[in-house]
């Protein structure tokens, strides 16, 4: 037996599967380990006083989520409707025990790597008729890609409440979607309405959090409910009930007093609703060019022949590519649309991280909707004049097919050997980069090999010291001398009136807090 065979024997079926959850969970490994060296920073503080002076008084775990959710009233009343996220960030965990901000990559990772994972799988298989070997092998290589370039680590995985409020909730808004997705395929009513009645909670709860997110779940929702109607109308209960709930829940987050005050002394000036649209759609190319980089590009060229031949075997119509591409299109654009609409830009580093992995899922699908439908002409499973598009000539469709066919030819012939070829690609230019930094679980390696994780955390907990010393009014720290790359947070500033430098004196009960411009002597 030839090496390329033995090879390509040895990475395929189940073996291949688990080959790839060890890539992931290897690629994971460091990023959980810097998360030792993680602390509290930025809104953490301005979000949890409350909750913290609460605890420091009375110890009290019950007394601290009443007063969570008083201070998600005044939120909502004063600052920002998003009522499930304002409580979530009151109750961050380092109000109770300032060492545990660990918990928080852990969490955040667990819950978006899962929930996505879970509905790619689910749409892959139910929807497109891949196989589940097949679809777990592709989301595992795409969560593998999404997390070594994913778009800002630290606002993702380590800092609390700007992960609460957009990775959790996406990760939320998934789990739901694949809920309400399962209820239409559930052969049997108690599970249908299982996963309807869980829905329908996740709706409440979606519509609470980031509009970026509340927004996406109304566009999709609509779509599932046109599908339900003309589809499955015996199933479109399960679709309306949580559509419904999520419509009053986002509306609730939406018509909130509290947005229009701090719209009136926070914001800048936004588009109009018109044109943050047409800008959104052009932000779309712009920051797809941005998220494909050669890592990602040879992930593609990996799987080509793995969806090649499931999407060949899957029973599926494929007739409207266009469409489907249309609507993937449409709805990665809606997500630009809110900070367009209402601060007149795009950007914040928090809101790309979900747009980011939104961009890899439906670029995932529509893939395979194409190759599904270019292999189904291939065999004849397409007509003359059954194409996107409406009717073409026999000529132009005899000239496709040729096309599908000798591209279909290829990938059986030598998409195995590719496959191999883009895998040891991928693992040489993860490992060996000449920017350690370039890659999130190398550049956590590097942090932590080269001490620079452990010396920041050293330095932290030196300024804890400060903060909770009864004794200091007038907190004065030294700026850090070493920091990982990716806990690329704005530390304190000199100047004490700085609204973060605010947060943490109010936070610690002190007259003023400021970073000194220089170090401070023993």
Not at 119 to 145: D, P, Q, T, Y
Not at 269 to 274: I, K, L, N, Q, T
Not at 372 to 377: A, E, I, L, P, T
Request: charged residues 15%; neutral net charge.
């Amino acid at each position: 037996m030839k090496v390329w065979e033995k090879i390509e024997n040895f990475l395929s079926g189940r073996r291949a599967v688990f080959l790839a959850a060890g890539l992931l969970l290897l690629s994971l490994l460091p990023l959980l380990w810097l998360g030792k060296y993680n602390v509290m920073c930025i809104d953490d503080y301005d979000y949890g006083r409350r909750v913290h002076d609460v605890w420091q008084a009375t110890g009290s775990f019950a007394a601290s989520v009443q007063e969570a959710w008083r201070q998600n009233m005044d939120f909502y009343q004063d600052w920002q409707g998003t009522y499930i996220s304002c409580f979530l960030m009151g109750m961050c965990p380092m109000n109770f025990n300032y060492h545990i901000a660990w918990v928080v990559p852990i969490v955040m990772i667990g819950m978006f790597a899962t929930s996505s994972f879970v509905l790619g799988r689910h749409i892959l298989v139910r929807w497109l008729g891949c196989e589940k070997e097949g679809a777990s092998l592709c989301m595992l290589f795409l969560l593998f890609a999404f997390y070594q370039v994913i778009e800002a680590p630290f606002e993702g995985i380590y800092w609390y409440n700007g992960s609460t409020h957009y990775v959790l909730m996406q990760s939320i808004w998934f789990f739901l979607l694949t809920l309400v997705s399962g209820s239409l395929w559930a052969e049997k009513k108690g599970r249908a309405c299982a996963c309807c009645a869980a829905a329908a909670v996740l709706s409440v709860i979606v519509g609470g959090g980031n509009l970026v997110t509340g927004l996406q779940a109304e566009i999709l929702m609509v779509f599932l409910v046109c599908y339900a109607f003309f589809q499955k109308k015996d199933k479109i209960a399960y679709v309306i009930i949580p559509f419904l709930a999520g419509s009053a829940g986002f509306l609730v987050n939406v018509l909130a007093p509290g947005n229009g005050k701090r719209g009136s002394i926070d914001m800048d000036e936004g588009y109009s609703a018109v044109k943050a649209i047409a800008l959104s759609f052009y932000n779309t190319v712009v920051f797809a060019i941005r998220w494909t980089p050669v890592l990602v590009v040879i992930l593609w060229f990996l799987l080509l022949p793995l969806l090649w031949k499931r999407m060949k075997a899957s029973g599926k119509d494929f007739s409207h590519p266009v469409l489907v591409t249309a609507g993937a299109y449409c709805v990665i654009s809606a997500m630009f649309t809110p900070t367009l609409y209402a601060v007149g830009m795009t950007g914040l580093s928090r809101v790309d991280n979900i747009i980011q992995m939104t961009y890899y899922l439906a670029v995932l699908l529509v893939t395979a909707y194409w190759l599904g439908y270019f292999s189904h002409r291939t065999d004849g499973a397409t007509k003359v004049g059954n194409v996107p598009g409406g009717a073409v000539s026999a000529q132009g469709n005899a000239a496709g097919d040729s096309v599908a066919e000798a591209f279909g030819l290829f990938l059986e012939r030598a998409g195995k050997r590719m496959s191999v070829v883009c895998l040891l690609l991928l693992l040489g230019i993860w490992v060996f980069t000449a920017d350690k930094n370039t890659y999130t679980s190398i550049s956590a390696l590097r942090s932590v090999a080269k001490g620079e994780a452990q010396t920041f955390y050293q330095e932290a907990m030196a300024r804890y010291e400060i903060y909770t010393d009864e004794d200091v009014k007038e907190a004065v720290v030294a700026p850090y001398s070493a920091r990982p790359a990716l806990f690329d947070f704005t530390d304190l500033s000199e100047d004490e009136g700085n609204w973060m430098n605010l947060a943490v004196a109010r936070y610690y009960h002190k007259d003023n807090v400021r970073r000194s411009s220089k170090d401070i002597a023993p």
